[in-house]
């Protein structure tokens, strides 16, 4: 037997239970306003997911270590003289 839908003010048969947010049997029209929050909550989290995998495929690992190289290089060629100083 169906259950009405937990939103009291609505006599509506509900046609779906929300596991997302608040566990309860809601009616369809419900359901839309529960699934237009979601997603008003997704899209923005999308597009910061999307910027964050573009700015990692922007990231050049060859440029990142050639530089560390060469700093480590450098810092060699630094000590050797301080080193032949003494």
Sequence with gaps: ?????AI??????SRTF??????????RDHFVEHDDLLNSHLN???????????R???????????DSCEKLNQWRINYHKIIDLF
Excluded: F, V
Aim: hydrophobic letters at 30%; proline letters at 5%.
């Design 1 to 5: 037997m169906s259950q009405p839908c």
């Design 8 to 13: 009291k003010t609505y006599k509506r048969t």
């Design 18 to 27: 929300c596991r997302c947010c608040c566990n309860q049997n809601i009616c």
């Design 44 to 54: 923005p989290l999308t597009d910061e997911i999307n910027a964050l995998s573009d």
């Design 56 to 66: 990692l495929a922007a990231i050049s690992l060859d440029n990142i270590t050639d």
